[in-house]
């Protein structure tokens, strides 16, 4: 059974640094991660979405890497501004025939002006 | 821009009442959600529809029902509310195109409260 796990939990960085999330999945057979962001009280926004013949994807100061062998996929977001605080999720599908998504629990992340 | 839209922020409903929560996106996506986000949880999908009049249950679809008569639309029905459905509701919903892998596009939640 696929799960995916994010930690840590909660993070806080200071303004300007370069950091790194993390997400974890069980079984490296996937079909595709995706990377959103909640802010407090909102829905998901879809940040990033990576195939699974992808090894990474790059949207302005974020970039989504995928490494299923090891079932690792970071977000990398560089140059961190206050307006990045939020809880960033990250959604495995698990295969084309399936339509569902497991979702880690997100890690909360915190930029200090 | 897609666009999906819970029809209520906030609710607050009485134990045994039934309960609709709508949601409506407007890119004619095949594919709609409905999930409930609890902490320490995480999101666990309630039901999907992959096109219109077409469900299927996810993976905690007790005491939930659905609707999907238009496109355009997904309706969470629940029948006979009691306290432990109290959480946040997501509605999603993600374009169908053969071949390709396409994002969900998530509505700004309902937050529903059953005394």
């Known amino acids: 059974k696929q799960e995916v796990t994010q930690i840590p939990a909660a993070l806080s960085v200071p303004e300007g640094e370069n950091l790194v999330l993390n997400c974890s999945f069980t079984?490296?057979?996937?079909?595709?991660l995706q990377w959103f962001r909640q802010d407090p009280g909102k829905g998901l926004t879809s940040l990033l979405l990576?195939?699974?013949?992808?090894r990474e994807q790059t949207s302005g100061r974020l970039n989504a890497s995928l490494d299923k062998s090891s079932g690792r996929s970071t977000l990398y977001i560089a140059a961190s501004q206050p307006g990045d605080s939020a809880t960033y999720l990250c959604?495995?599908?698990?295969?084309?025939?399936?339509?569902?998504?497991?979702f880690g629990t997100g890690t909360r992340l915190k930029v200090l002006a | 821009d897609v666009k999906v839209t819970q029809s209520s922020r906030y609710l607050v409903k009485r134990t045994g009442e039934k309960v609709f929560l709508e949601c409506v996106q407007d890119?004619?996506?095949?594919?709609m959600f409905w999930y409930r986000q609890d902490p320490g949880l995480g999101l666990r999908l309630i039901y999907f529809?992959?096109?219109?009049?077409?469900?299927e249950k996810g993976d905690i679809p007790e005491g939930y029902s659905v609707s999907r008569e238009k496109k355009e639309r997904f309706s969470l029905i629940l029948e006979s509310a009691s306290t432990n459905q109290t959480s946040m509701y997501l509605c999603?919903?993600?374009?169908?195109?053969?071949?390709?892998?396409?994002?969900?596009?998530f509505g700004d939640g309902t937050r529903l409260s059953i005394l």
């Open positions: 999603a919903s993600r374009r169908l195109l053969l071949g390709t892998n396409q994002p969900q596009h």
């Open positions: 079984d490296s057979a996937i079909y595709n």
């Open positions: 990576i195939q699974s013949s992808q």
């Open positions: 959604a495995v599908r698990p295969s084309p025939g399936t339509y569902k998504y497991i």
């Open positions: 890119m004619d996506h095949e594919n």
């Open positions: 529809s992959y096109d219109v009049k077409m469900k």
